[in-house]
């Protein structure tokens, strides 16, 4: 029932810029965070940045600087502004939360998005 969607990906050349989205839709209750992930080739999936309730943000040393994380918990809706793109960024970009479904569930679980592509090349 719950489904997240990513999109914003795409071809870029180094030093460009790119600003992912990421909705989820279904019956959520409430929502304690959101983030984005990535996996490049060979690569084990690593964190980017993640964004809370209280809007408290963690980055990935390798992006702090260059990436900036928001959201619209109202619209269950997530973004990842990247700047100042490296070949070194290129990875599928995955959408993560942390989702209630119920009042009475006291247990957060996560949900994942399908993916979207970012490639930096000259």
């Known amino acids: 029932q719950v489904q997240l969607v990513e999109s914003g990906g795409g071809l870029v050349q180094p030093g460009g810029s790119l600003r992912l989205s990421c909705a989820a839709s279904g019956s959520i209750f409430s929502t304690r965070a959101m983030g984005w992930y990535r996996q490049a080739p060979g690569k084990q999936r690593e964190l980017v940045a993640t964004i809370t309730s209280d809007d408290n943000t963690n980055y990935a040393d390798s992006v702090k600087g260059r990436f900036t994380i928001s959201r619209d918990y109202a619209k269950n809706t997530v973004y990842l502004s990247m700047n100042s793109l490296k070949p070194e960024d290129t990875a599928v970009y995955y959408c993560?939360?942390?989702?209630?479904?119920?009042?009475?569930?006291?247990?957060?679980?996560?949900?994942w998005g399908q993916g979207t592509q970012v490639t930096v090349s000259s």
């Open positions: 993560g939360a942390d989702l209630k479904l119920s009042y009475s569930n006291r247990n957060w679980y996560r949900y």
